[in-house]
């Protein structure tokens, strides 16, 4: 096996065929040291047929997870598959001819992750001033927006749209996935000096930003010390505001962003509901209200951010901050 290679942040253990396989998918930097390492095996026979699927669990246009007689399945319409069996997991398959079998990839490895005790959560997570700012929401809310916006001002950053998160000595440790930021038309607008530094295809809706070399030497490799939760919700004000948040709704809110949790070849829905509430246990929380700072103001905005932050109460709860 060669040295351990990442993909999407997630280290890889790679045969040297499969490792010439995936050379144009994988990181540019391969620096994550306290993740844990999923076997890949990437098979040259490109007419080998997948196994047949007994059930399937979710299907959406980008691919589907099913179950075998011997683990668990992802596929596209490339006819690009991985199988996902064994303790420790072990990942095998074909690949396809796009960026498709990357993202499917990336599914198979969040999938191995699983069952290994490390869980995704839709959140981007900054560092600034040594604590760890999860920007928590749906799809929109601007929590690319933001995290571009705090990474433009000085801070690391772990992934702009989601991280995986494990125990850790009693702790919740934070790890990377995904190796790109994605921003609007409307974001990038305000960021013009990254505009260097993004592409789009024709069938995409957003740019995609290279952050290892918009801001080199700023990606961290996991994170385990001060959190803060904050949940984005779009204000239209004209000032962003900090509001407070019980510890109950936090859980509630974490919860809506972890949708593995309704799959039900998921291997352990109680433990991934334990980390949850303890994720939000030991972070500081609140309700972030975005306004239109984000984008008129981006480096004024972050300072306003920084400043009220500083203010939150004790972890698992929060005050309401004024606007």
Not at 6 to 15: A, I, P
Not at 70 to 86: R, Y
Not at 222 to 238: N, Q, V
Request: hydrophobic share 40%; charged share 20%; aromatic share 6%.
């Amino acid at each position: 096996m060669n040295p351990p290679a990442t993909l999407h942040g997630v280290r890889l253990s790679l045969d040297s065929a499969s490792a010439g396989a995936l050379a144009p998918w994988l990181d540019p930097i391969s620096d994550v040291a306290s993740g844990p390492i999923v076997e890949v095996e990437v098979l040259t026979d490109g007419t080998q047929r997948a196994p047949t699927v007994l059930e399937l669990f979710l299907e959406e246009p980008g691919g589907w997870l099913g179950r075998t007689s011997s683990g668990l399945l992802v596929g596209n319409h490339e006819h690009a598959w991985f199988t996902i069996e064994g303790s420790p997991p072990k990942i095998r398959g074909i690949l396809g001819f796009s960026e498709a079998t990357r993202e499917l990839l990336l599914g198979a490895l969040i999938v191995a992750l699983r069952s290994m005790g490390v869980y995704g959560i839709h959140a981007a997570a900054v560092c600034f001033e040594e604590q760890m700012l999860l920007l928590v929401g749906n799809s929109g809310t601007g929590k690319s927006t933001t995290a571009t916006a705090l990474v433009c001002a000085g801070a690391r950053y772990l992934g702009d749209d989601g991280c995986l998160i494990r125990e850790r000595s009693g702790d919740v440790e934070l790890l990377p996935i995904g190796s790109s930021f994605r921003l609007t038309n409307h974001s990038l607008a305000s960021f013009s000096a990254l505009s260097a530094h993004t592409s789009k295809l024709a069938s995409e809706q957003k740019w995609k930003l290279d952050v290892f070399a918009a801001f080199p030497e700023r990606r961290l490799s996991h994170w385990l010390g001060r959190k803060t939760l904050l949940f984005l919700e779009r204000s239209g004000a004209d000032s962003s505001c900090l509001q407070p948040l019980s510890q109950a709704e936090a859980v509630g809110l974490v919860i809506a962003q972890s949708n593995a949790l309704s799959l039900r070849c998921h291997p352990n829905p109680r433990g991934h509901l334990d980390l949850l509430a303890r994720l939000v246990t030991v972070s500081r929380i609140a309700r972030l209200q975005l306004g239109t700072d984000f984008l008129t103001d981006p480096l004024g905005a972050v300072d306003r951010l920084v400043f009220l932050a500083r203010s939150l109460g004790q972890p698992g709860g929060s005050r309401s901050e004024a606007s």
